[in-house]
């Protein structure tokens, strides 16, 4: 069965400092992945979505990146934080194998910014 | 465009009761997906169903069912007998075919609190 890890679980870091969160899925090849950032008003804003290693697409101008330097890997990167990006991270996968099929999350990623 | 309106912000019920939450979409393709996702306190988002825009027959799956209605853009979810540990934030969502990658656009969610 197919299953996502999602690390670290909480991180509170400075403002200014770097960032980098991973997310590895197991059990499938070649997913779609994707970043979501959930601020206190409870959306789910999708930041960075991929459909293969090394394919990042951005959905909103931020100081975040992404990369994904393996097949079922995705990372979340900031050079410098800001007070902003304070949230709850979530990764999540989807299959490629068919359309429309959910998106399955991790457990997520506290961040705050002091 | 696609959007999706949970208009319900929060809602709590005492347990036992039945509780509907609301879900309207808007799309302008003919082909799309309909889902719903149960955020406990944990944090986790939960896969709870996901509707293809052909098929409107309801569906029931224990004390949860799910009333899709193309002609008001509906896609309602109701918990009959709920209980404290359905207490969560539950997000609707929406994927179209003419959306690559199989990107969902979720609703704002609804905060769902049932007290003992």
């Known amino acids: 069965s197919q299953t996502i890890h999602q690390w670290p679980a909480t991180l509170v870091q400075p403002v200014g400092s770097p960032l980098s969160l991973e997310c590895t899925v197991e059990?499938?090849?070649?997913?779609?992945l994707y970043w979501y950032r959930q601020a206190a008003g409870r959306g789910l804003q999708l930041l960075f979505y991929?459909?293969?290693?090394?394919?990042i697409s951005s959905e909103v101008p931020q100081n975040l990146s992404a990369s994904r330097p393996q097949d079922r890997q995705f990372i979340l990167s900031s050079k410098k934080l800001l007070l902003s990006d304070s949230g709850f991270y979530l990764c999540a996968w989807s299959t490629r194998d068919r359309i429309f099929q959910p998106q399955h999350f991790g457990d997520g990623t506290r961040l705050s910014i002091l | 465009a696609q959007k999706v309106t949970q208009a319900q912000t929060e809602i709590s019920v005492v347990e036992k009761e039945d509780v509907t939450l609301d879900c309207v979409y808007e799309t302008r393709d003919t082909t799309y997906y309909l889902f719903w996702y149960k955020q406990p306190p944990s944090g986790e988002l939960v896969f709870l169903i996901r509707r293809n825009s052909f098929d409107e027959q309801n569906e029931i799956s224990g004390r949860y069912s799910w009333n899709f209605q193309k002609s008001t853009s509906s896609f309602n979810f109701t918990i009959t007998a709920s209980q404290v540990v359905d207490s969560a934030v539950y997000f609707c969502?929406?994927?179209?075919?003419?959306?690559?990658?199989?990107?969902?656009?979720f609703g704002k969610g609804t905060r769902l609190h049932i007290l003992p």
């Open positions: 059990g499938t090849s070649n997913p779609n």
């Open positions: 991929s459909v293969g290693i090394g394919q």
């Open positions: 969502a929406l994927s179209e075919a003419l959306n690559r990658d199989d990107k969902i656009i």
